[in-house]
């Protein structure tokens, strides 16, 4: 292997502190949860060819039946032309079918099918088993403390979109904290 480092670059052999109040403990415990977090539905996905991007989309179609392009795009904070490709592929599956708007014919709703709702919940069953087994481990009545931590770890004026989820679908309706 070949040294490809600047010839005045200087190694710093240290490792990164907390020194600058940084939390690094919680850091790496997100790095290293959403990596495990998303491996089960990765080794799925695989399968189709799909990837994360994909995941996403079935996720929030299938959460909110009817939701528009432009809502989608609001929601996932991704470019119309990345969601252009993964929604493409989506459709041209079976996975996900595109209406016109009964209000406004330029609106595209996205509602999801049978294959679509099959494989939203095959990605969704081994993170809602590690979330389940996790909430064990630390107590049941820790999970409102989690579910608020989580929410204050959203944009202030994004969470909002938060609650758009179907309450009556999650057992519980975000505003009750």
Same mark, same amino acid.
């Given at each position: 292997m070949t040294d490809r480092s600047h010839p005045t670059a200087k190694p710093i052999r240290t490792a990164i502190t907390d020194e600058d109040g940084i939390d690094f403990a919680i850091i790496e415990l997100f790095f290293f949860a959403y990596r495990d977090f998303t491996s089960d !539905?990765? @080794?799925? +996905? *695989?399968?189709?060819?799909?990837?994360? *991007? =994909? =995941? /996403?989309? +079935?996720?929030?179609?299938? %959460? %909110? !039946?009817? #939701?528009? $392009? &432009?809502?989608?795009?609001?929601v996932l904070k991704i470019t119309k032309q990345s969601l252009a490709r993964v929604l493409k592929q989506l459709i041209?599956?079976? =996975? $996900?079918?595109?209406?016109?708007?009964?209000?406004?014919? /330029? @609106? /595209?709703?996205?509602? !999801?099918? *049978?294959?679509g709702r099959a494989l939203a919940l095959a990605l969704a069953r081994p993170q809602s088993r590690r979330i389940h087994a996790a909430l064990e481990d630390s107590g049941a009545t820790e999970r409102a403390l989690i579910e %608020?931590? #989580?929410? &204050?770890? $959203?944009? !202030?004026?994004? %969470?909002?979109?938060?609650?758009?989820?179907? *309450?009556?679908?999650?057992?519980?309706?975000?505003?009750?904290?």
């Open positions: !539905p990765d @080794q799925i +996905l *695989a399968d189709y060819g799909f990837g994360r *991007a =994909h =995941h /996403r989309v +079935l996720h929030f179609v299938n %959460r %909110r !039946p009817g #939701l528009t $392009v &432009a809502e989608l795009l609001d041209d599956t079976d =996975h $996900v079918v595109q209406l016109q708007g009964p209000r406004d014919r /330029r @609106q /595209r709703e996205l509602y !999801p099918t *049978a294959k %608020r931590f #989580l929410e &204050a770890m $959203v944009n !202030p004026e994004l %969470r909002a979109q938060i609650d758009i989820v179907p *309450a009556k679908m999650s057992g519980k309706s975000h505003g009750d904290h």
